[in-house]
């Protein structure tokens, strides 16, 4: 298992970041995505609105 950080460019979400974790079963040849979500850092403020964050992903 590993786990993956990247920036969130979205509109509105700035200081948030997409978290990826990727496993792959013992002998298998792919990985795949296990989980997501995205996690705002400390001192970042809440989501913005819906509706004012730019077209949905």
């Given at each position: ?55 949905s992903?």
């Amino acid at each position: 298992m590993v786990t993956h950080v990247f920036e969130c460019t979205m509109p509105g979400y700035r200081g948030w970041s997409w978290v990826v974790v990727l496993a792959r079963a013992s002998r298998a040849k792919a990985a795949t995505v296990a989980e997501t979500a995205l996690r705002r850092r400390a001192r970042t403020r809440s989501s913005p609105p819906p509706g004012s964050r730019g077209p949905s992903v």
